[in-house]
Nanobody
Framework: VQLQASGGGLAQTGGSLTLSCEAS????????IGWFRQAPGKEREWVSY???????VLSDSVKGRFTISRDNAKNTVYLQLNGLKPEDTAVYYC?????????????????WGQGTQVTVSS
């Protein structure tokens, strides 16, 4: 199983980025996909998840600014980042697992992507 996170980069405050998480080696539509982020010197933080039944949840810190969606035909989950703030600066990771009882917890996920850097300038 491989997860490839991409789409990070440099954005200005208020700007937008679209992150992608492309999966291979698994039956994608069965899996819950989570997004987490880790800023320098901070613990990994849950951002969002989307289940196999398209139930999507966002953390309070990004609700109203970020959107998560999935395209099972492309084995890809997208995280649309709008209204970016400097505090959104972090490495963003996607993760996958087929049975996720606590999708906000990173230790629930078996498979992880390599991360993509998002930097928001003030």
């Amino acid at each position: 199983v491989q997860l490839q996170a991409s789409g990070g980069g440099l954005a200005q405050t208020g700007g937008s980025l679209t992150l992608s998480c492309e999966a291979s080696g698994l039956t994608f539509h069965y899996y819950t996909i989570g997004w987490f982020r880790q800023a320098p010197g901070k613990e990994r933080e849950w951002v969002s998840y989307i289940t196999s039944t398209d139930s999507a949840v966002l953390s309070d810190s990004v609700k109203g600014r970020f959107t998560i969606s999935r395209d099972n035909a492309k084995n890809t989950v997208y995280l649309q980042l709008n209204g970016l703030k400097p505090e959104d600066t972090a490495v963003y990771y996607c993760a996958a697992d087929i049975v996720v009882l606590r999708p906000q917890e990173s230790d629930e996920y078996e498979y992880w992507g390599q991360g993509t850097q998002v930097t928001v300038s003030s």
